[in-house]
T-cell receptor, first 110, second 113 residues
Framework: QQPVQSPQAVILREGEDAVINCSSSKALYSVHWYRQKHGEAPVFLMILLKGGEQKGHEKISASFNEKKQQSSLYLTASQLSYSGTYFCGTEEGSTDKLIFGTGTRLQVFP | NAGVMQNPRHLVRRRGQEARLRCSPMKGHSHVYWYRQLPEEGLKFMVYLQKENIIDESGMPKERFSAEFPKEGPSILRIQQVVRGDSAAYFC???????????FGPGTRLLVL
């Protein structure tokens, strides 16, 4: 079953923060986050493995709560380049297969 | 190190024709995944292959669709007797070994007239 992302869409002014959530109904082995700009391929942001870890990449970080089967992506001091659709990809058990979430469309305006 | 390559980037077919989509994984990657994306929608898993083996094809329609990843050459996603509903962007991704980061190709945009 497809993970559910919330919110579906976010509109920000440059410099504002945002949180994108990803929830699964199944136990997760890992969560992957990608950003896709219109007409382009998804670009890998980060991967989180079970263990409740948190990762950061410049001003973008993420957490993974395996008990709640949830992951959150944190965007701090957003930049225009952050605009795009964010997808989480979940892996149930060590299957090597990703099931992508419903997507969150983020738009950052000057 | 070249990234994942897909060709053609755009493909137009008439209903009933065949579509062949090619994916060359990154150098050193032996795992290939195919996804389909409809306009304004998410990525839907289709099939996962390793060299000469189909590992998981649970997302692939039972009829008209097939995939292969031969020992030599690119991975091929083949759609026979295309219908308008097959129009979509098809992405492939590769990884050195699963689980791990999947790197996506630029996609093939298929339009069925």
């Amino acid at each position: 079953q497809q993970p559910v992302q919330s919110p579906q869409a976010v509109i920000l002014r440059e410099g504002e923060d945002a949180v994108i959530n990803c929830s699964s109904s199944k136990a997760l082995y890992s969560v992957h986050w990608y950003r896709q700009k219109h007409g382009e391929a998804p670009v890998f942001l980060m991967i989180l493995l079970k263990g409740g870890e948190q990762k950061g990449h410049e001003k973008i970080s993420a957490s993974f709560n395996e008990k709640k089967q949830q992951s959150s992506l944190y965007l701090t001091a957003s930049q225009l380049s952050y605009s795009g659709t964010y997808f989480c990809g979940t892996e149930e058990g060590s299957t090597d297969k990703l099931i992508f979430g419903t997507g969150t469309r983020l738009q950052v305006f000057p | 190190n070249a990234g994942v390559m897909q060709n053609p980037r755009h493909l137009v077919r008439r209903r009933g024709q065949e579509a062949r989509l090619r994916c060359s994984p990154m150098k050193g990657h032996s795992h290939v995944y195919w996804y389909r994306q409809l306009p304004e929608e998410g990525l839907k898993f289709m099939v996962y292959l390793q060299k000469e083996n189909i590992i998981d094809e649970s997302g692939m329609p039972k009829e008209r669709f097939s995939a292969e990843f031969p020992k030599e050459g690119p991975s091929i996603l083949r759609i026979q007797q295309v219908v308008r509903g097959d129009s979509a962007a098809y992405f492939c991704a590769s990884s050195p070994k699963g689980p791990g980061t999947q790197y996506f190709g630029p996609g093939t945009r298929l339009l069925v007239l």
